[in-house]
């Protein structure tokens, strides 16, 4: 009987590193779906993350200390008037964003902005186009980047199949070294 045989036969549907990736991914597919009806945030100090949108936000605001973190409902149209949802109404479904960066606009370039919309002449994603138009010239002060849901995920999967790569590979590595001080051990035992 060959060592090779002896070995219990590892499967994939009993891998932790398989239901936990799918856990993660629909954890994922659930919090891109919450993001439209909920904004959920976590803030320390002047860094803090939302959950909105369709996608991650983080943001940096100079001057913010503690911790803090909760889920609300977006704010109502009424509220945010033509800078938010009635400018962006797809903010309220279901969509695949774009990955953004804000910066540090010129008085010239935010005016230029408000009148047209657009940033070194084109659309900007409607959670960078509402942040402008929500902070205004406090703009400059706070740092964002958007990170839509989708990329989000594709990364997760990404670094998950690799991570399952990983392990085929390494399993297979150590059968085939196995195998072989096996076959070194019966060829021992013959002479």
């Not at 060592?3 to 932790?16: G, K, V």
């Not at 605001?61 to 409902?73: C, I, K, L, N, T």
């Not at 929500?134 to 839509?148: L, N, Q, Y």
């Amino acid at each position: 009987m060959s060592m090779d045989s002896e070995l219990p036969r590892p499967s994939l549907l009993r891998s932790p590193l398989l239901w936990c990736g799918l856990m993660l991914l629909v954890f994922l597919g659930w919090a891109w779906r919450d993001s439209v009806g909920r904004w959920s945030y976590v803030r320390a100090g002047s860094v803090s993350a939302h959950s909105m949108a369709s996608g991650v936000t983080i943001l940096r605001m100079p001057g913010r200390s503690g911790w803090e973190s909760g889920s609300v409902d977006p704010p109502p149209m009424s509220r945010l008037g033509l800078e938010g949802y009635g400018r962006y109404p797809e903010l309220l479904r279901l969509r695949l964003g774009r990955p953004e960066l804000s910066r540090a606009l010129a008085e010239k370039e935010l005016v230029a902005f408000f009148k047209t919309g657009l940033l070194d002449g084109r659309e900007p994603d409607p959670v960078v186009g509402m942040f402008y138009h929500g902070a205004g010239g406090s703009s400059r002060s706070v740092r964002m980047v958007f990170i839509p849901y989708w990329c989000v995920m594709l990364a997760v999967a990404g670094v998950w199949a690799g991570l399952i790569y990983w392990r085929y590979r390494s399993i297979q590595e150590h059968r085939a070294e196995l195998a072989g001080a096996a076959a070194e051990n019966d060829s021992g035992h013959e002479s």
